[in-house]
């Protein structure tokens, strides 16, 4: 298969550079994207999910709150301010988490658009959870 | 003509000084090179922030319907000023640098007849600033307690300033903080951020390839304008903390060698008494055993 780079970079430093990446699944704010090479230049924006990273040796999963895709000449960017690997979560952290977003959940003056997002979020953290 | 005894105190005081002095240098390199680790780990971010809002405002064709953050509110009667300063003292010019450059923009400011709104971030500014300023001064924050920069800091600062913009408190926000060079020199820097500010608008024409946009352009953008606020007041805060600690290196350097000339200086002038009190003494005894 045909491979191209990826880089995540969260604003501390350089998350995760890789140049042998096959396929990456992204979770945009209209619903989850597949990229393969030679994609079109592409901007987006993510919702809270998973991204799902496909190499010829290995799959990592990455939970991310928010962020900005950028893909272009074959390299896809990925900004974002909240990331972390699914393999060394725990579960007592996502509990943590999710009750921080069910509180704010509870506030009275948010918009629907931040609604959606964050019920989003919790849903996806509970999936992670009983994974 | 001080004691003997005054002479040797001076001088203890003086060597325990030094070695303070040269404690505080040591540890102000082992940060500095932290800090400078830091920042350049979180140029990536910025630098990439940046190009793909070039890359977005390039597209804007039609300014009246653009984000306000990006070409401004068409007034320009109250500028907004963050002025980025260190929360401890003892390194050299580095703080006053900040308010001196800051203070030049103020009062051309009000020349203009235009208001003034400060917001002081590290407490060091905020005590230069509150005689002069006191009544400019809208919001102090200090972030002595967070140990690292972090970015959550610096977007705590950010939503501020983007509240307050909407609030129309505002319609120009610059910031000032010390750009890191390098060890010896930093340079005070005022950088506008509302409106942005995009001096290379001619080379980022030919990047200007077909982007698929989801969801829409101006929603992206205004989406993401918010976000490079907070990215640049924390790239401002990484190159104002490698700064200080470059800054208190080289003025600690300066003390601990302005400490050993004077203890030399001090030495010199402590044998020379000891010397004369000896000689002294000695014809003294001569002309005793003389007069016998």
């Known amino acids: ?131 | 003509m001080p004691s003997l005894d005054d002479l040797r105190k001076r001088i203890t005081s003086v060597k325990s000084t030094q070695k303070i002095t040269k404690a505080m240098k040591m540890v102000a390199a082992a940060k500095l090179r932290k800090a400078q680790e830091n920042a350049e780990k979180g140029r990536p971010y910025s630098e990439k922030m940046n190009n793909i809002i070039l890359n977005l405002s390039a597209g804007v064709s039609d300014p009246q319907s653009a984000p306000k953050l990006l070409v401004g509110t068409g007034k320009e009667d109250v500028h907004l000023c963050i002025v980025l300063t260190s929360d401890r003292g003892l390194c050299g010019g580095f703080n006053s640098n900040i308010i001196k450059k800051a203070k030049n923009y103020f009062e051309k400011i009000q020349k203009e007849g235009k208001s003034l709104k400060i917001i002081t971030v590290g407490s060091k500014g905020y005590d230069q600033l509150k005689r002069q300023y006191g009544n400019s001064i809208i919001e102090n924050i200090s972030f002595k307690e967070s140990k690292n920069i972090n970015y959550f800091d610096a977007a705590k600062v950010g939503n501020l300033i983007i509240e307050k913009f909407q609030n129309e408190e505002f319609d120009f926000c610059t910031i000032f903080f010390n750009k890191f060079k390098n060890v010896i020199s930093q340079i005070p820097q005022a950088q506008q951020i509302i409106p942005l500010e995009n001096g290379n608008k001619e080379k980022d024409e030919k990047l200007d390839s077909s982007y698929e946009f989801e969801p829409d352009e101006d929603e992206i953008l205004s989406n993401l304008l918010p976000k490079n606020i907070s990215t640049q007041i924390f790239k401002a805060m990484l190159e104002n903390s490698a700064s200080e600690q470059g800054s208190r290196m080289t003025a600690m350097d300066n003390a601990t060698r302005n400490a050993g000339d004077l203890v030399d200086k001090l030495t010199i002038q402590y044998n020379r008494s000891r010397q004369a009190a000896i000689t002294k003494e000695l014809i003294e005894i001569i002309s005793g055993a003389e007069s016998l």
Do not use: A, C, W
């Not at chain 1, 993510?46 to 990273?53: F, H, M």
């Open chain 1, 1 to 131: 298969m045909d491979q191209f780079n990826l880089e995540i970079i969260s604003p501390e430093r350089s998350f995760l550079t890789k140049k042998d990446t096959d396929e990456v699944v992204i979770p945009g704010i209209e619903g989850y994207m597949g990229i393969l090479k030679d994609h079109i230049p592409l901007i987006s924006f993510l919702k809270p999910g998973i991204i799902d990273v496909k190499s010829k040796n290995e799959n990592i999963n990455f939970y991310v709150d928010d962020g900005i895709v950028e893909f272009k000449d074959n390299t896809l960017s990925i900004l974002t301010s909240n990331i972390f690997d699914l393999r060394d979560v725990n579960k007592s952290k996502l509990d943590k988490i999710i009750k921080d977003t069910e509180e704010v959940l509870k506030k009275e003056n948010i918009k629907d658009q931040e609604r959606y997002i964050l019920n989003q979020k919790i849903e996806v953290l509970n999936s992670i959870k009983f994974n």
